[in-house]
């Protein structure tokens, strides 16, 4: 896979650029996607922190707390809870229910996109999809959210 070139940046100002960048966590059940995604977000110095089941993401969001500004998550995961799940997990527990998620799933406009809906997902991204259209994606929200609180992260 070929990286489009960064831009260079002076130290103050890729300190500045960094904080606002947000954390990813990411819900992804196939290691190979997983690791693309984690390369590709790395490269752009978005920070991610990966896990491959529902159980495991609720417990490393509520470590992360704070930390965490946005979660992207499969429909399918590993283990008995899905994607959205997971997502209605995150939206009733406090500590977790603003943070932006968006749900990349295999079909538009299908059942999976609608309950992702409706349990309060930010976004649905459809698969394939390439780690620079979900980059841009979390990039977008990251921004919107940050508008909407009115505080940096």
Same mark, same amino acid.
């Given at each position: 896979?070929?990286?489009?070139?960064?831009?260079?940046?002076?130290?103050?100002?890729?300190?500045?650029?960094? +904080? !606002?960048?947000?954390?990813?966590?990411?819900?992804?059940?196939?290691?190979?996607?997983?690791?693309?995604?984690?390369?590709?977000?790395?490269?752009?110095?978005?920070?991610?922190?990966?896990?491959?089941?529902?159980?495991?993401?609720?417990?490393?969001?509520?470590?992360?707390?704070?930390?965490?500004?946005?979660?992207?998550?499969?429909?399918?995961?590993?283990?008995?809870?899905?994607?959205?799940?997971?997502?209605?997990?995150?939206?009733?527990?406090? !500590?977790?229910?603003?943070?932006?998620?968006?749900?990349?799933?295999?079909?538009?406009?299908?059942?999976? +996109?609608?309950?992702?809906?409706?349990?309060?997902?930010?976004?649905?991204?459809?698969?394939?999809?390439?780690?620079?259209?979900?980059?841009?994606?979390?990039?977008?929200?990251?921004?919107?959210?940050?508008?909407?609180?009115?505080?940096?992260?």
């Amino acid at each position: 896979m070929c990286f489009p070139m960064p831009w260079k940046w002076d130290n103050a100002s890729r300190s500045a650029r960094l +904080e !606002r960048l947000p954390v990813v966590l990411l819900a992804e059940p196939h290691p190979d996607t997983r690791d693309l995604y984690r390369a590709y977000f790395h490269y752009h110095d978005v920070q991610t922190i990966a896990a491959a089941t529902a159980d495991e993401v609720m417990g490393l969001a509520l470590i992360a707390g704070q930390g965490t500004n946005i979660v992207v998550t499969s429909t399918t995961l590993v283990g008995e809870a899905d994607g959205i799940d997971l997502v209605v997990r995150l939206r009733r527990h406090a !500590r977790t229910q603003h943070t932006p998620i968006i749900v990349v799933g295999a079909q538009p406009y299908s059942e999976d +996109e609608q309950r992702a809906r409706e349990a309060g997902c930010d976004h649905f991204v459809v698969k394939p999809c390439p780690p620079e259209v979900l980059l841009d994606h979390v990039l977008r929200l990251s921004r919107t959210a940050r508008a909407s609180r009115r505080k940096p992260w």
